[in-house]
């Protein structure tokens, strides 16, 4: 059920509960996730598969994740940096 192009939602970790897709299957229990999360390699035991899934080739690009997002209309804008206010000597 885990293949590349599932989308599926984070259930630990500081982006629990965002939107992801499998971009890779590494083995049976790694996966390489891209999405409303960082790119990176995710235990399956940490996402919860949706019932949709994205037309992508194995290791898409995150400008093709994006793009498929943006066309689902699922794509979360990033939050914006907080910069630290220049000292005032």
């Known amino acids: 059920?885990?293949?590349?192009?599932?989308?599926?939602?984070?259930?630990?970790?500081?982006?629990?509960?965002?939107?992801?897709v499998i971009v890779d299957v590494l083995d049976n229990l790694y996966v390489t996730i891209d999405g409303n999360v960082r790119r990176k390699k995710c235990n399956i035991a940490h996402l919860q598969p949706l019932d949709e899934t994205i037309e992508l080739q194995k290791?898409?690009?995150?400008?093709?994740?994006?793009?498929?997002?943006?066309?689902?209309?699922?794509?979360?804008?990033?939050?914006a940096v907080r910069r630290k206010a220049k000292d005032k000597a």
Do not use: Y
């Open 59 to 79: 290791g898409a690009s995150h400008a093709d994740v994006i793009a498929a997002f943006k066309k689902l209309k699922i794509l979360k804008e990033p939050k």
């Open 1 to 20: 059920m885990l293949n590349v192009g599932r989308l599926a939602v984070k259930t630990a970790g500081r982006e629990a509960g965002q939107k992801c």
